[in-house]
């Protein structure tokens, strides 16, 4: 059962910004980094942000991420056809890691 | 090359037992914080265990008490033996990297599929 919370969807047309929330509590995101995957249909998730606001080498500019407290956020600026996924959050809690429920990225 | 090359999946009735591979290379997988995530179908991802470079592990609730992560060193391979399967275990599982200085899970396997049906 996840324990952050995201809408279960966004969307936005091209070149639009979009933003993604999740919503923990005091032993997950209050207290660790968020990190932020994107599944597009059919394949393996791919790490797109680390340590709340971080982005691997390779993944755009164009993805943001943010946290305050016991949330976090994830924007697309620019947004592109290729951006069309399911994003989840996620975040430690204690020895466990909990994922957010996903949100699916719709662009119209 | 960092890859990882999930095995083992298949149809097993209920109450049944697998046992899943993940073959690393390009890396030490005793090095690294090693984890199997799992997907149902049409469902989101759940994180199932963890085994850290020092060797301890972790579970998610829903797991705990029927499987167990391992590791082989000679042979670069992480393992989750899955005892008392139930309908709700079927789901596509992943092998992740993590490297353990809170970069995130940054490599992943393919993924398995596992249907746990009779």
């Known amino acids: 059962q996840s324990v952050l919370t995201q809408p279960p969807s966004a969307s936005g047309t091209p070149g639009q910004r979009v933003t993604i929330s999740c919503s923990g509590s005091?032993?997950?995101?209050?207290?660790?980094?968020v990190y932020w995957y994107q599944q597009l249909p059919g394949t393996a998730p791919k790490l797109l942000i680390y340590?709340?606001?971080q982005r691997p080498s390779g993944v755009p500019d164009r993805f943001s991420g943010s946290k305050s407290g016991t949330s976090a956020s994830l924007a697309i600026s620019g947004l592109r056809s290729e951006d069309e996924a399911d994003y989840y959050c996620?975040?430690?809690?204690?020895?466990?890691?909990?994922f957010g429920t996903g949100t699916k990225v719709t662009v119209l | 090359e960092v890859q990882l090359v999930e095995s083992g999946g298949g149809l097993i009735q209920p109450g049944g037992s697998l046992r899943l591979s993940c073959a690393a290379s390009g890396f030490t997988v005793s090095s690294n914080y090693m984890s199997w995530v799992r997907q149902a179908p049409g469902k989101g991802l759940e994180w199932v265990s963890v085994i850290y470079s020092g060797g301890s592990t972790y579970y998610a609730d829903s797991v705990k008490g029927r499987f167990t992560i391992s590791r082989d060193n000679s042979k670069n391979t992480l393992y989750l033996q899955m005892n008392s399967l139930r309908a709700e275990d079927t789901a596509v599982y992943y092998c992740a990297r993590d490297l353990g200085d809170s970069s995130g899970y940054l490599d992943w396997g393919q993924g398995t599929l596992v249907t746990v049906s009779s």
């Open positions: 340590r709340n606001n």
């Open positions: 005091s032993s997950n995101i209050g207290s660790n980094y």
């Open positions: 996620a975040a430690w809690d204690d020895s466990l890691y909990v």
